[in-house]
Structures are given as structure tokens and as C-alpha cells.
């Protein structure tokens, strides 16, 4: 049964820093591309980074941009994402998601919708104080 688990999420004060995980189980990481996106109270959720299958390549929203950085660990089977110079802008429910990539596909295409993607993490909270 494939399921991703994040975590890391907790509050933190202004400028801070965390690192989300995102634990992949029942199936092989190698096919998948991978996103964060993030969900605040009374909005729609939003992509924040972007992985492709091959670890080499990665997006950013620009709201995020030089403050996030997105990697992987195929063999740990584990995605980060590690959050510097954090703002109460950042608080969030934070997800993991993952989308099947067909193999004999060897470029990079974004999928930065979250329709996009088949399999779902439950989110790891993260709060940034003021």
C-alpha cells in the first residue's frame, strides 16, 4: 500500500528554520516526481517545490524562492524540504505528494497542480510566530 508520512512541522518563531520529511512506503521512490504544497486556513492549497524523478532538477514558487530548498533520498526513501528565514506568511498545513512518471519519459515536465497528483500525505502543521 503506498503511503507518504511527513513530518518536522512545529511552531517557530520569525526567521527560524525547519526541515519537513516525507517518508515513502509500498512502493519505489525512483518513478516518482514529488511536491510540498501548503494549505493555510481559508485558502486553496498551493504548490511550494518540486522535485523530478531523477533528484537533478527542482522548482520553487517564487514566494519560497531562495528561502526553500526541495531534495531526496531515493535509498532513504525520503523527500525534504528544508525552510530557511521563516515568516508568519509560511504557516501552514504542509503536504507531501507524489505523481508516477511513465519511465520511457527522461525530461523534466513541472506538474505544479495539486489535481495533478495521485498520492497524498495526511500534512504536517507548521506554525511561524510573529
Known amino acids: 500500500q503506498l503511503q507518504l508520512v511527513e513530518s518536522g512541522g512545529r511552531l517557530v518563531q520569525t526567521g527560524g528554520s525547519l526541515r519537513l520529511s516525507c517518508v515513502a512506503s509500498?512502493?519505489?521512490?525512483?518513478?516518482?516526481?514529488f511536491g510540498w504544497f501548503r494549505q493555510a486556513p481559508g485558502t486553496e492549497r498551493e504548490g511550494v517545490s518540486y522535485?523530478?524523478?531523477?533528484?537533478?532538477?527542482?522548482y520553487y514558487a517564487d514566494s519560497v524562492k531562495g528561502r526553500f530548498t526541495i531534495s531526496r533520498d531515493n535509498a532513504k526513501k525520503t523527500v525534504y524540504l528544508q525552510m530557511n528565514n521563516l515568516g508568519p506568511e509560511d504557516t501552514a498545513l504542509y503536504f507531501c505528494?507524489?505523481?508516477?512518471?511513465?519511465?520511457?519519459?527522461?525530461?523534466?515536465?513541472?506538474?505544479?497542480?495539486?489535481?495533478?497528483?495521485?498520492?497524498w500525505g495526511r500534512g504536517t502543521l507548521v506554525s511561524v510566530s510573529s
Open positions: 505528494a507524489a505523481k508516477f512518471i511513465d519511465p520511457d519519459f527522461h525530461g523534466t515536465r513541472w506538474y505544479l497542480e495539486p489535481q495533478e497528483y495521485e498520492n
Open positions: 509500498g512502493f519505489r521512490m525512483d518513478p516518482y516526481t
Open positions: 522535485i523530478d524523478k531523477s533528484g537533478d532538477n527542482s
